[in-house]
C-alpha cells in the first residue's frame, strides 16, 4: 500500500499527462515526447494527430517505414492535393481518420488511391470532403471525373470485424460528377449521415426508386440544380423529409430565377421542417424573394449579396418573431482569429439606421453576426436593442480600429461582468464582499459611467445582454472569462 506521507509529483499521473497532450500544440508536443519513454507515448499522439498539407507539405517525404510505425495515430487530414500527398497516405497504418479533404481526380492515379483511402477509413470517417480543382478554361468547371460510390460501401476487413455501417456524419463534394443512382447508394449506405453539400456538383440520370435518408437535416446544392427544367421529375428534396437547414446559391439573373411558387410548392410537400436559409445570392434578389415570397417560420437566415440592400433588411424584418439567427456569411480565407483587424466591407447601400433594425425588431435574436459592415456607435444608442437574449455578437464599430482599443471594451466588458456576478452571489448570501472592495467596485462602475469614450459607450451596450458569451469586434472573439 501506498504511503500517504509521500509526496508524489502530480506529472507522475498518467491521466494528467494523457489530459495535457490533447491542450499543446505540436512544438511543444514534440519536446515533451523526448522528456522521457512514458511521455513519448502520451504526446507523440498529439504529433500526428492532424496532417495539414498546406502546413506539414513535408509528411509527403516521410519513408513508409516512418508511416508505418505512426499512422494509426492520424485522425485528421487536410489540404491533400497533390499526387505525392495522397500517395503519402494511401498506406494500411492510416485508417482510423475521422476527417478528410482530399482531391479526388487530377489523375487516374490519384483517384484510385483517394477512394481507396476512403475505403481504409469509412467506417471511422466522420467528416469527408472530396473535391476536384477547378479546370482551367472549363465551363461548367465540373471534373471528367466521377464519384466512385463503392468506396463508401464497408471493406472486407470491416465486415470481418462486424462494425460495416459507416460513421460519417458530414459529406461534401465539389467539382466532381455523381450519378443519381451513385448518390442513392451512398445515402442508404452512411445512414449517420446528417450533411449533404454538393458545391460546383454534376448530378446526372435520373431517380430510380423512392428511397428517404431521414437523418439528413442540412442540404447544400446549387438552386438550378435543385429545382431543375423538368417539373414533372421527381425531386431531390424528396430524399430528405427532416430536412432543417437549406443552403443554395444562384450566379445568374434574376431572369433564370425558378418561379417562387414552384419552390415554394417543393419545399412545402419535401421538407415541411425547414426553418434555417443560408442564400448566396449574388444576383441581388435571391434573399428578398425567398424571406418575403417562399419561406415560412425562419429561425435562421445566412445571406451573403454583393452589396446588402434595403429590400433585405426589409425581408429580415418580416421574420421578427421567429428569427434567432441573423448572419453574413464570412468570404474564404477570412478568419476571426487572426491576429489582425480586417478592413470594413464597402459593400453596403443600407443607412445605420435600417442596419440597426434587425436587434430593435428581431425580439428572438441569439446570434447576430454582420462582420463585414461597421455601425455607429451612435445610432446604437439611440434605441434599444430587443433581444435581451442575445448570446453571440460580431459586428465592427465605427472608430474602433485597433487591437489596443479593441482588447480596452473587452477588457472594461469583462470587469462589468464580473460586479455583476459579484452582485448576484451577494444577494443569495453565496459571497462576502469586505466594505472596502465593494467601495472599489462602486468607484470603478462610477468611473465606467462618467467614461465617454467610445470604448466605454460600446463596453455599456454589450454589458446590456446578460446572456452574451462570444464578442468580436474585429479582432478575435472573446467570451467574459
Not at 495535457?20 to 522528456?35: E, M, T
Not at 461548367?140 to 464519384?147: E, G, I, R, T
Not at 435518408?213 to 414533372?232: Q, V
Not at 428534396?237 to 432543417?244: D, E, I
Given at each position: 500500500m501506498?504511503?500517504?506521507?509521500?509526496?508524489?509529483?502530480?506529472?507522475?499521473?498518467?491521466?494528467?499527462?494523457?489530459?495535457?497532450?490533447?491542450?499543446?500544440?505540436?512544438?511543444?508536443?514534440?519536446?515533451?515526447?523526448?522528456?522521457?519513454?512514458?511521455?513519448?507515448?502520451?504526446?507523440?499522439?498529439?504529433?500526428?494527430?492532424?496532417?495539414?498539407?498546406?502546413?506539414?507539405?513535408?509528411?509527403?517525404?516521410?519513408?513508409?517505414?516512418?508511416?508505418?510505425?505512426?499512422?494509426?495515430?492520424?485522425?485528421?487530414?487536410k489540404n491533400a492535393k497533390a499526387l505525392a500527398q495522397v500517395s503519402a497516405l494511401d498506406h494500411s497504418n492510416i485508417n482510423r481518420l475521422r476527417y478528410l479533404h482530399i482531391e479526388a481526380a487530377a489523375s487516374t492515379t490519384q483517384q484510385e488511391n483517394s477512394y481507396r483511402i476512403v475505403t481504409r477509413n469509412n467506417t471511422n470517417l466522420q467528416e469527408l470532403i472530396l473535391f476536384a480543382a477547378p479546370?482551367?478554361?472549363?465551363?461548367?468547371?465540373?471534373?471528367?471525373?466521377?464519384?466512385?460510390?463503392?468506396?463508401?460501401?464497408?471493406?472486407?476487413?470491416?465486415?470481418?470485424?462486424?462494425?460495416?455501417?459507416?460513421?460519417?456524419?458530414?459529406?461534401?463534394?465539389?467539382?466532381?460528377i455523381i450519378t443519381y443512382s451513385s448518390l442513392e447508394s451512398i445515402l442508404q449506405v452512411c445512414k449517420n449521415l446528417t450533411e449533404l453539400r454538393l458545391p460546383q456538383v454534376a448530378l446526372i440520370g435520373r431517380l430510380n426508386r423512392p428511397f428517404q435518408?431521414?437523418?439528413?437535416?442540412?442540404?447544400?446544392?446549387?438552386?438550378?440544380?435543385?429545382?431543375?427544367?423538368?417539373?414533372?421529375?421527381?425531386?431531390?428534396?424528396?430524399?430528405?423529409?427532416?430536412?432543417?437547414?437549406?443552403?443554395?446559391?444562384?450566379?445568374?439573373?434574376?431572369?433564370?430565377?425558378?418561379?417562387?411558387?414552384?419552390?415554394?410548392?417543393?419545399l412545402s410537400t419535401y421538407c415541411p421542417h425547414l426553418t434555417q436559409y443560408k442564400l448566396e445570392d449574388y444576383s441581388g434578389n435571391i434573399t428578398p424573394e425567398f424571406l418575403t415570397n417562399i419561406a415560412t417560420n425562419i429561425t435562421r437566415i445566412t445571406f451573403e449579396e454583393e452589396y446588402m440592400s434595403p429590400e433585405t433588411i426589409s425581408a429580415i424584418i418580416l421574420h421578427q418573431s421567429t428569427l434567432k439567427k441573423v448572419a453574413h456569411f464570412y468570404s474564404p480565407g477570412f478568419d476571426y482569429e487572426k491576429d489582425e483587424v480586417p478592413p470594413v466591407s464597402d459593400k453596403i447601400k443600407v443607412s445605420d439606421e435600417m442596419l440597426q433594425l434587425i436587434p430593435r425588431r428581431c425580439v428572438q435574436l441569439e446570434r447576430l453576426n454582420l462582420h463585414p459592415y461597421e455601425m455607429d456607435v451612435d445610432v446604437m444608442e439611440a434605441a434599444e436593442w430587443v433581444c435581451k437574449d442575445l448570446k453571440k455578437l460580431r459586428i465592427r464599430v465605427k472608430g474602433l480600429d485597433t487591437k489596443e482599443q479593441i482588447l480596452r471594451v473587452i477588457a472594461l466588458w469583462r470587469a462589468g461582468c464580473w460586479r455583476r456576478w459579484q452582485e448576484k452571489a451577494k444577494r443569495t448570501n453565496a459571497l462576502v464582499v469586505e466594505a472596502e472592495e465593494e467601495e472599489e467596485q462602486e468607484e470603478v462602475e462610477k468611473q465606467l459611467e462618467e467614461d465617454y469614450s467610445i470604448e466605454a459607450r460600446v463596453a455599456r451596450h454589450l454589458l446590456k445582454f446578460e446572456q452574451l458569451w462570444w464578442v468580436w469586434l474585429g479582432y478575435q472573439t472573446w467570451t467574459p472569462i
Open positions: 501506498d504511503n500517504p506521507t509521500v509526496t508524489r509529483n502530480p506529472f507522475d499521473l498518467p491521466e494528467l499527462i494523457y489530459r495535457l497532450s490533447r491542450f499543446v500544440n505540436n512544438n511543444d508536443a514534440l519536446s515533451c515526447a523526448l522528456v522521457s519513454k512514458a511521455w513519448t507515448i502520451d504526446f507523440v499522439s498529439s504529433i500526428w494527430f492532424q496532417i495539414d498539407f498546406d502546413i506539414h507539405a513535408q509528411f509527403a517525404d516521410l519513408s513508409p517505414d516512418v508511416v508505418a510505425k505512426h499512422g494509426h495515430h492520424i485522425r485528421v487530414v479546370i482551367s478554361g472549363s465551363n461548367p468547371a465540373y471534373s471528367s471525373y466521377y464519384v466512385l460510390s463503392a468506396a463508401f460501401s464497408p471493406s472486407y476487413d470491416a465486415l470481418q470485424q462486424r462494425t460495416p455501417i459507416p460513421n460519417l456524419t458530414s459529406l461534401k463534394l465539389k467539382g466532381l435518408h431521414t437523418g439528413i437535416t442540412l442540404f447544400s446544392f446549387g438552386l438550378k440544380s435543385i429545382f431543375h427544367e423538368d417539373p414533372a421529375r421527381p425531386s431531390i428534396l424528396s430524399h430528405f423529409p427532416n430536412l432543417t437547414t437549406l443552403h443554395t446559391w444562384q450566379n445568374t439573373s434574376s431572369k433564370d430565377m425558378v418561379p417562387s411558387e414552384r419552390i415554394k410548392k417543393d
